[in-house]
């Protein structure tokens, strides 16, 4: 049995069309794939790249204490209420830590470097001298020297606060909302010049001002209480050190681009830990 082939002949018009599906399938391929030196992708995450992953805190494994790290910026970075990891590595008030300790995530008991107390060195006894009488010269009469006065901090910059408390981190237009899905934008950002002020959003203390957190640049953290703390990312300098006590408009850092491709306030609320849309506490534009 043999079979016979058949041609159908294709119209004008559909051979355009077909031509022109595979002209845009291509343009849309090329499109698709970033060209070398393009926009540069800020990863503020260092756990997997599931959303579920990201949404949830690391609950496995252990991390050990660097230079710079503090409790609340190793709790920050890998999604913990800083209370719940404190209790878990049987951490107590002031909440210090050392470098090289063991930080858990586990449940596990985490193994604490012995600690070597330090032993005054013996008295030497040196050989007695007599006394001899030392006559004392009046102080030559000079110009009292000026004294140098210390800058105070700036008063917080009076602005608009919502009805819990909070006002905004800085001025500019919003660029980038809070995704609630998982994505990598786990606050907002505010666009603005190089320099900018960046003010505290609400009444707290400095619990870290640094640069240890990849795809954050020079960040502050403030504590407000024992469940709110915000982070300030990208900035150019800081003007706060950790311990310090601020108030809400109090000028903390000056905007700048580090650890991103162009000027701008990241800024982030968590509570318990887990990051929450600051629009929800700032006031109304």
């Not at 949404?55 to 496995?60: D, E, F, L």
């Not at 980038?176 to 009444?203: C, H, T, Y």
Request: proline content about 10%.
């Amino acid at each position: 049995m043999s079979f016979t082939a058949i041609q159908l002949p294709i119209r004008a018009s559909s051979a355009r069309n077909l031509l022109s599906g595979v002209v845009l399938s291509a343009l849309l391929s090329a499109c698709a794939s970033p060209p070398p030196g393009g926009v540069k992708v800020v990863d503020r995450t260092q756990s997997g790249s599931s959303s579920a992953a990201q949404r949830q805190p690391v609950s496995s494994g252990q991390y050990r204490v660097q230079r710079g790290d503090t409790l609340y910026s190793i709790a920050f970075r890998f999604g913990w209420d800083w209370k719940a990891l404190a209790a878990r590595n049987g951490i107590a008030a002031p909440y210090l830590i050392r470098v090289g300790q063991i930080i858990r995530f586990d449940g596990q008991p985490a193994a604490r470097p012995p600690v070597v107390a330090a032993r005054p060195a013996p008295a030497t006894p040196s050989p007695s001298r007599p006394s001899v009488p030392v006559q004392s010269k009046p102080a030559p009469t000079q110009a009292p020297a000026p004294v140098k006065t210390t800058p105070s901090v700036a008063a917080p910059v009076p602005a608009q606060r919502s009805a819990s408390g909070w006002l905004w981190p800085s001025n500019g237009p919003l660029i980038g909302r809070f995704s609630s899905n998982g994505s990598l934008n786990k606050g907002i950002d505010i666009a603005g010049e190089l320099g900018q002020p960046v003010l505290a959003a609400s009444d707290g203390s400095v619990v870290y001002a640094g640069s240890g957190l990849r795809g954050y640049g020079e960040l502050v953290i403030i504590k407000h209480s024992d469940t709110y703390v915000s982070a300030y990312g990208h900035n150019r300098r800081l003007l706060v050190q950790e311990g310090q006590k601020v108030k809400a408009g109090q000028k903390i850092a000056e905007m700048g681009s580090t650890g991103t491709d162009r000027v701008k306030l990241h800024f982030e609320v968590r509570r318990q830990g887990k990051p929450v849309d600051p629009l929800q506490y700032l006031p109304r534009r």
